[in-house]
């Protein structure tokens, strides 16, 4: 399969999820575990399939003049660590532990990750 019907594949996910999350906070109360599992399963899934095509189709305009192009699971991984940031922020503004010093932290621990993932290509 090509990159282009992978995007379009992507962005066609994407829209199914962001409108079954948008169904499912508007018909199913908050209460319980379940619930919050399906809220962040389809926030995650979300947010992975919209900014895989965003992260891929940037990279590719700021890379267009070197010699080594994005890869579509590079973009993959950096949109899986950022959709991992924003739902762990989540989760931890859900138990009102959220403060702005551990998002600092934990978007450097994600750009370790990320350098380290880069350095062993």
């Known amino acids: 399969m090509s990159h ?3 995007l379009i594949i992507m962005g066609f996910v994407a829209l199914l999820a962001w409108g079954g ?3 499912f906070t508007r018909f199913i109360a908050p209460t319980g575990v379940p619930s919050f599992l399906g809220f962040f399963s389809l926030l995650g899934a979300g947010l992975l399939c919209t900014f895989t ?3 891929y189709l940037v990279a590719r305009l700021i890379l267009a003049a070197r010699s080594s192009r994005p890869t579509l699971g590079q973009s993959t991984r950096q949109a899986g660590l950022i ?3 924003i739902i762990f922020n989540l989760l ?3 138990q009102h532990s959220w403060s702005i010093f551990t998002a600092i932290v934990s978007f450097g621990i994600i750009v370790v990750i990320e350098f380290l993932a880069l350095s062993w290509q």
């Open 83 to 85: 959709s991992a940031w």
């Open 4 to 6: 282009r019907i992978l």
């Open 92 to 94: 931890l503004r859900l």
């Open 21 to 23: 999350l948008l169904l």
């Open 53 to 55: 095509p965003l992260i």
